[in-house]
């Protein structure tokens, strides 16, 4: 059986475990923290999660592991048969990430643990994040999904990133990036629609505490 390690907290590991989900995919969770540990490394090169265990060995970076899990499990396909479709998708999953998420992951510290992040970072992130929304703007479907009609994994990095990088957005560059961007606002309100959500978002609510308890203790 799979065995996704990680923790409940994590917007990546929360992807793959979506993915895991509606496949219908039977695998087990592992409580597992990123770290430089050599126990740590030994599972994931990089000292990050998720990591996927698989019977041949362990996988880590999310796009490999949701790769992987298209390619071996069966249920709903999560990427479209056609070639050139499936680079659209893979291509919007690449943008949302490098422009949307990792652009707002500079300013987490601020956002969700009042760690206060330097202006010079937040005002780079503000011009990284508005470019990056009007990326996906231009590029996405939403038609009601990111890339069509079709569920597929770049709803997993749309639904785990926008909605982070428009907390950013409230909380710390005072500025609402789904102003003037309804498909996106009514995608986030259809994925959380999601029957799997409700237990995504149940397992994160319980291990929030324990999570923020860990940061602080971390400073």
Do not use: W
Not at 63 to 90: C, F, N, S
Not at 149 to 172: E, H, I, N, W, Y
Not at 181 to 207: R, S, T, W, Y
Request: proline share 6%; aromatic share 10%.
């Amino acid at each position: 059986m799979l065995k996704l390690h990680g923790f409940p907290v994590s917007n990546y590991y929360n992807m793959v475990k979506l993915a895991l989900l509606e496949k219908g995919a039977p695998f087990e969770e592992v409580l597992f923290f990123s770290g430089q540990t050599p126990q740590v490394l030994e599972v994931s090169p990089r000292g990050k999660v998720p990591v996927l265990q698989t019977e041949h060995g362990f996988l880590s970076e999310t796009t490999v592991i949701l790769d992987y899990i298209e390619q071996t499990q069966g249920g709903k396909a999560l990427l479209p048969a056609d070639p050139y479709a499936k680079a659209k998708v893979h291509e919007l999953v690449k943008e949302i990430e490098l422009y949307i998420e990792l652009p707002a992951r500079t300013c987490y510290a601020e956002a969700f643990f009042g760690m206060p992040v330097e202006p010079l970072v937040k005002e780079k992130a503000r011009t990284e994040l508005l470019a990056g929304f009007a990326t996906l703007k231009r590029n996405g479907r939403f038609a009601p999904y990111v890339a069509g009609g079709q569920l597929t994994l770049a709803d997993l990095m749309f639904c785990f990133s926008v909605d982070l990088a428009c907390a950013v957005g409230k909380k710390v560059l005072n500025i609402d990036f789904l102003e003037d961007f309804p498909q996106a606002k009514a995608l986030l309100e259809l994925m959380g629609q999601n029957p799997h959500m409700a237990k995504i978002v149940a397992d994160k609510e319980a291990a929030m505490p324990s999570f923020l308890e860990m940061m602080r203790n971390r400073r």
